[in-house]
């Protein structure tokens, strides 16, 4: 089974500013992909960014980045230039491509952009 | 991206009755749903994913006949909560993927049931 880990619960970050939110899984298998949801008050999961794990080339979907650290099992997500909208809670996701599809989610880290 | 509806956003029922919530994908077939249970301030558990036309698996301690999925059609899912308690009152997620090839899964608005 997979785990995920977000050692982070709670991150602040002035506007502007650049934060990183970390996350780290556990699993035995080697065809798999990564995600980043983010789940804003409105409650609604949102995809930021997604990661094959065969590809070693980090992911970029404009001011988001990831730095996936195969071998130390690690997929930490860059939020540049954070914009007050950027509020919400981030959850780290592992998906088996083999095992049904389903995503397992990390606790998530509550990130609040100050003005 | 897809979309995928869910309904009622939120729903108040007295403890003892039965409620369904409706996951409906809008401009795609989906081929698996998946129903996950969200805490205040935690994260989502997976409950159960269902396949159109088969039954679905649960995951384990999910009661299977307390929390009954149908997933009848390549549109639409359901998830009857039946002889709700106060304890089932929680925030309800639906997604939905389109294909075993496809790797994003599509989120539905979320059900906030509360139980009184």
């Known amino acids: 089974a997979q785990t995920v880990t977000q050692s982070q619960p709670e991150m602040s970050v002035q506007e502007a500013e650049t934060v990183t939110l970390s996350c780290t899984y556990d699993?035995?298998?080697?065809?798999?992909?990564l995600f980043w949801y983010k789940q804003p008050p409105s409650r609604q999961m949102i995809l930021v960014i997604r990661?094959?794990?065969?590809?070693?080339q980090n992911a970029t979907e404009n001011r988001f980045s990831v730095n996936f650290q195969k071998a130390a099992k690690s997929f930490s997500l860059k939020i540049s230039d954070s914009q007050l909208g950027d509020t919400a809670m981030y959850f780290c996701?592992?998906?088996?491509?083999?095992?049904?599809?389903?995503?397992?989610f990390g606790g998530g880290t509550r990130l609040m952009v100050k003005p | 991206g897809a979309v995928v509806s869910q309904h009622p956003s939120w729903v108040i029922c007295k403890s003892g009755t039965s409620v369904k919530i409706e996951c409906r994908s809008l401009?795609?077939?989906?081929?698996?749903m998946f129903w996950y249970r969200q805490f205040p301030k935690q994260s989502l558990m997976l409950m159960a994913t269902?396949?159109?036309?088969?039954?679905?698996?649960?995951e384990q301690g999910v009661e299977k006949d307390k929390f009954l999925i149908n997933h009848a059609s390549l549109t639409l899912s359901t998830l009857t909560v039946t002889s709700a308690h106060p304890e089932d009152s929680s925030f309800y997620i639906c997604?939905?993927?389109?294909?075993?090839?496809?790797?994003?899964?599509?989120f539905g608005q979320g059900t906030r049931l509360t139980v009184v």
């Open positions: 997604s939905a993927r389109s294909g075993q090839g496809t790797t994003e899964a599509f």
């Open positions: 990661q094959e794990a065969y590809k070693q």
């Open positions: 699993t035995s298998e080697n065809n798999y992909y």
């Open positions: 401009d795609f077939q989906a081929t698996t």
């Open positions: 996701a592992f998906m088996n491509y083999n095992a049904g599809n389903m995503l397992t």
């Open positions: 269902s396949n159109e036309g088969s039954k679905a698996t649960y």
